[in-house]
């Protein structure tokens, strides 16, 4: 897995693999710590653009409508994102 962005001693190392950051002598805990940034960060990102193409339409529709099931529907949707994208869990 090559990590976006790692930031160590204040240089800025992007696009580097794990074993690419070990040989620059860079700490396994800053290693991790980024890593995790990063998964975190890919799953908020998966949960917007899902939020947007998927759940907003029927939020809107629900505004209009103002009914229980478009409601429902919206919310069920949500949640279905929120199952497909979990947010991970501290190791």
């Known amino acids: 897995m090559k990590l976006k962005l790692v930031i160590y001693n204040g240089a800025r190392y992007q696009g580097y693999s794990e074993a690419e950051l ?3 002598n860079i700490p396994d805990a ?3 710590t980024a890593k995790e940034n990063q998964i975190l960060m ?3 990102d ?3 653009l899902s939020y947007k ?3 907003d339409p029927l939020f809107l529709e629900w ?3 103002q009914s229980s099931e478009k409601e429902q529907a919206w919310r069920d949707k949500v949640a279905e994102i929120k199952i497909r994208y979990p947010l991970p ?3």
């Open 63 to 65: 505004q209009y409508d």
């Open 42 to 44: 890919d799953v908020q």
């Open 89 to 91: 869990t501290a190791q």
């Open 30 to 32: 800053i290693i991790l």
């Open 46 to 48: 998966a949960r917007k």
């Open 53 to 55: 193409n998927e759940s």
């Open 22 to 24: 070990k040989a620059l």
